[in-house]
């Protein structure tokens, strides 16, 4: 059963579909490309952390912990996504009479055996914006209409969530994300990495790029690796059995 708000908001965006190849292939490309989305989000993390202000020490521990609890918001997204009933994607549903968009069939073959619910990325996109906008309410309020407009909305025209996943991830992402408010957890978090910041300024921000490049990149190359360690270890089981 699709409920009334997600039908109504998926039926008025899917009715521009197919009107205008550019216009599905420009919205399946901000959906995909690494650099609209991730790109930008860390872009922000970056500034975040070089910016002059008065409360630097502050602004730094809330990047450091803002980074780690996104991460551990993906394994909350992913472990709702497992837990609840398995939800279809909106191009799935027949009474849905979805209509994808010119060009984009290529986009949903990875998705067919994932829950849409919660949207993994409304999770950990509003998750990072949130701990922005802990340091500054205007660069915060553009990182979330970034996540919103450029990550989430795209992928609802494209029939990859509903409305109501997008709006439930990006409530857990700002829960997570503002746990970097509290001040004992922040600094806990952040104590080891300053202290390697204090003793080896080169090696911290080489970690400090790949870890905001998985970030952007959306972690596709460890899931990559993962799945291809994974695939060499069943192959060796078989070859042993």
């Known amino acids: 059963m699709v409920n009334p708000f997600d039908t109504s908001i998926l039926q008025f965006l899917n009715q521009f579909a197919q009107r205008s190849i550019s216009l599905d292939q420009t919205v399946a490309f901000i959906s995909e490309?690494?650099?609209?989305?991730?790109?930008?989000?860390t872009s922000f993390y970056w500034w975040a952390w070089f910016r002059d202000s008065k409360t630097k020490a502050r602004d730094r521990e809330i990047i450091l912990a803002g980074l780690a609890v996104s991460f551990a918001a993906l394994f909350v997204a992913r472990g709702l996504a497992l837990l609840l009933p398995f939800?279809?994607?909106?191009?799935?549903?027949?009474?849905?009479?979805?209509?994808?968009?010119?060009?984009?069939?290529?986009?949903?073959?990875?998705?067919?055996?994932?829950?849409?619910?919660?949207?993994d990325h409304a999770v950990l996109y509003?998750?990072?914006?949130?701990?922005?906008?802990?340091?500054?309410?205007?660069?915060?309020?553009?990182?979330?209409?970034?996540?919103?407009f450029i990550v989430c909305?795209?992928?609802?025209?494209?029939?990859?969530?509903?409305?109501?996943?997008?709006?439930?991830?990006?409530?857990?992402?700002i829960g997570i994300g503002s746990l970097c408010s509290?001040?004992?957890?922040?600094?806990?978090?952040?104590?080891?990495?300053?202290?390697?910041?204090?003793y080896s300024p080169a090696w911290f921000y080489a970690c400090f790029y790949l870890c905001t490049f998985l970030f952007a990149?959306?972690?596709?190359?460890?899931?990559?690796?993962?799945?291809?360690?994974?695939?060499?270890?069943?192959?060796?089981?078989?070859?042993?059995?």
Do not use: Q
């Not at 490309?33 to 989000?41: K, L, M, N, P, S």
């Not at 209509?99 to 990875?110: A, I, Q, S």
């Not at 978090?189 to 390697?196: A, E, M, V, Y």
């Open 87 to 119: 939800r279809e994607r909106p191009y799935v549903i027949p009474e849905l009479h979805f209509r994808p968009p010119l060009g984009t069939l290529g986009v949903y073959n990875y998705l067919i055996h994932w829950s849409s619910f919660p949207s």
């Open 182 to 198: 509290i001040g004992k957890l922040r600094a806990l978090l952040s104590r080891l990495p300053l202290r390697f910041l204090d």
């Open 33 to 41: 490309d690494t650099f609209v989305a991730g790109g930008i989000a």
């Open 126 to 148: 509003f998750s990072l914006a949130t701990c922005i906008y802990l340091v500054s309410r205007k660069a915060g309020i553009l990182s979330y209409c970034h996540a919103f």
């Open 153 to 173: 909305l795209p992928r609802i025209y494209l029939g990859d969530h509903y409305p109501t996943d997008v709006v439930a991830g990006a409530l857990i992402g």
């Open 217 to 241: 990149t959306n972690f596709n190359s460890v899931r990559k690796m993962g799945f291809h360690a994974w695939h060499l270890l069943r192959s060796a089981r078989h070859s042993l059995i």
